[in-house]
């Protein structure tokens, strides 16, 4: 039951800027476990709570995913 809570209440109740736990954010691009990985590395902008929960919003994991398929620039 947590579980479709996380995945299908929790996301439309907040707003794209408001934290939720990284288990509402999964979608079919991105399960939990490279979200967490992804915020582990700073790559996503998250936070971790005291309870050890990661947190994000949904707006977080569009800008992650717009620069992960952006090539880094070519020095030279």
Do not use: C, T
């Amino acid at each position: 039951m947590e579980d479709n809570l996380n995945r299908f209440i929790v996301p439309n109740i907040a707003g794209p800027a408001r934290l939720v736990p990284l288990a509402a954010l999964v979608d079919e691009d991105f399960g939990l476990a490279a979200l967490r990985q992804a915020a582990q590395r700073g790559r996503l902008k998250a936070v971790q709570g005291s309870d050890g929960i990661w947190r994000s919003s949904r707006k977080s994991v569009e800008a992650y995913r717009v620069s992960k398929h952006r090539r880094p620039a070519v020095r030279g």
